[in-house]
């Protein structure tokens, strides 16, 4: 049996993750792969914190660059995290011929475009399975299974963290900051969160699942991201009597010519599967024109899930190297020379559906005052509630929208504001009828 | 770029959809192979019907054997259906060193095992995405996702007939016969409907899942089948009272030794992400030692999510052939000589909860009679439920037991059926806690 050599770069929670993968599974991967996975070395700066693993005859080095410049090592696995240092590892690991797999998202979508003219240059593998979505196999459902669809559109929720804090709001009525506490004392959120809560971590995935989806660039820059830090037990309530929950979603979508890629929070109905997705879990639908409404749900983070993701891709180069081939699948799923440069639509022109909670004053003309301006700019109310009575005398007014334009929407709301009818920023969630 | 030659055998609805992805996505699936894929030839005796498909250059004719002849043809994709003719044309082609793609579940769970072996002596490639799932991707995701996983179980819902049905009766309190008509009336099942209702095509697809779960040998026979004949609108009523969904389940689960497989009705709990799996759509839960639970949903069956998966299959192996390779995975999942033959846990060894249903005479002693003899048997009973009372005199008594032993429960449902307490057979449904 061929014996493939693995170098790992970065023993840190993935990288301890893939190392247990490589060492405990060696002959279930034998068996499924026909390849003997030699983790052969590991490096970080760290070599002394015992990560409870028993390394055998793997060594663990303080010296990525040993690693990248092992002529033996064929396959090497950035878990470094981080644009730097992992940039320049994978870089320097293409030019000595290596293949890399990396779960490293932030990279992929700031730089994944030149790393992939990097691979075709020195005719390596890159790849990145564990890079969204955890576990859920999407890059390979996107590239692979998908091959023959056109894909419509794509919803995910791909940050635990955030629905860990949605579903904890919305099951005990927590305010924001004490989930989020909640969150972080339960390991499910970082000490410092703001690339997860504030949307970041989701448009990174965002634009890579775009790129494969559509044949497009990677580009994260025009990806408009908004975070939950502003969700109240309130507007969750108010969704439910809806039928709606509220859920940060990552919302892909081609048209004629352009594509929607935005992330916000949104309220989806109880129809729609995304809304069962609870607790830390994950989930992407997508709709494409030959299956219809699809759907993968699993966990999308954690030292295993993202491991095995990490591992599925080692698997796939490891078969390629046996049958003596490689490149086998283009990188962003369509020939690197058929891949296009396709605008993302400015969030000023989309056109969606609009929940909107103002903190109205309790006198009479309000609802006049806030329908009359919202009719100005051509934003027509599906249905209007006027819920309860705040001890301070104001009463929140939630209307929910047909189909408006959002800079219409924006612009009428800076109007209304400016009224003496409502107090302080009303609040707006974007609705999305179907996942 | 490379031209590879494709021939469909069978023009029904299957191989249709087929034919008008490969003639109507022809400029994506080159961008996403680099490979032109080239419909050749379709076979099938009835060559005149209008399929509403503009053919161009692709020939059709009435023999299939012209088909497989043909020495320009490379790919073989059966549609023909059925486990004779189809039997016999997938082994000439591959006798003829074509590579043999096909959506046959029955024929791959009957005579599976045999066609694995015939493709390794004539090294080609047999490829059946599409038989378990429909658009689905559940063979890939067991064989290359899941790779470094230990598979402990999969539990699945993958008729869309007996969903649908089944969703009705929950739904409206239709009976089944009237459910059954209805999705007759709507086309989601067929005039003939016994190899869905009664969980044969589910026992199919549970025999291919099995074994590229698990390394094994595909074994149809040994699986337990039941079907959904006998669910009531008042089983479902009780089912949902007490928290569960009924859902016909294929459930596959390995232990040390052996491993479990079996079809029939059960219930879920509403917290499993299956029970929200309704109208004809599919789902399949895998629990997998690296991954937690993960979950795919989609649509089952229908001509072009099927032809979706189909095409799946036809790109991998083009991508093979533009490789300079075939092979590259293991059509099980495992290398042949490592793929064990497991045995199936037979059914009377089976331990798990039940929902027990009795038509009781409203008299005196029949809950100590009833109770009295499942305790003989070691069956112990979470919870009773005397519900309602019938014009007729009788009442139904629903229970639920704690874990027990499958033979001990249908021994002491014969010894209960022989009293005077109960009016006719039982109603008995296993219950999963988990998926």
Known sequence: METINIGILGFGVVGTGVA???????????????????LKTIADIDTTTDRGID??????IDDAGG??????????VETIGGETVAKACIEKAMANGKHVVTANKALLAGHGNGLVKLARKNSVDLAFEASCGGCMPIIKTLRESLVANHIRSMSGILNGTCNYILTKISQDGSEFEAALKNAQDLGFAEAEPSLDIDGHDTAHKLAILNSLAHGM???????????????????????????????????????????????HPTMIPDTNPLSHVDQSMNAIAVDADATGQTMLYGKGAGMMPTASAVLSDIA????????????????????EDHIKEIPILPMEELSTRYYLRFEAQDHPGVLSTISGILGEHHISIKSVHQKGRKNNGRVPVVMITHMANEASVQTALTRIVKTDSVVGNPMVIRIEETA
């Open 316 to 335: 796939d180069i490891a078969r390629n190297m046996i049958a003596g081939t490689r490149r086998r699948m283009p990188i962003l799923g369509f020939l």
């Open 55 to 60: 390394l055998g005859q793997t060594r663990l």
């Open 67 to 76: 690693v990248i410049a092992d002529p033996d090592i064929d396959i090497i």
């Open 217 to 263: 660039e990677i580009n994260l820059k025009d990806i408009h991201v908004e975070g939950i830090r502003n969700i109240t037990p309130a507007d969750i309530k108010f969704a439910r009597e809806f039928g709606y929950t509220i859920k940060l979603l990552a919302i892909g979508k081609i048209h004629d010519d352009h594509v929607e890629a935005r992330v």
């Open 20 to 38: 247990k993968l490589l060492l405990d599974k060696k002959t279930v991967l034998e068996s499924r792969t026909g390849a003997v996975l030699n």
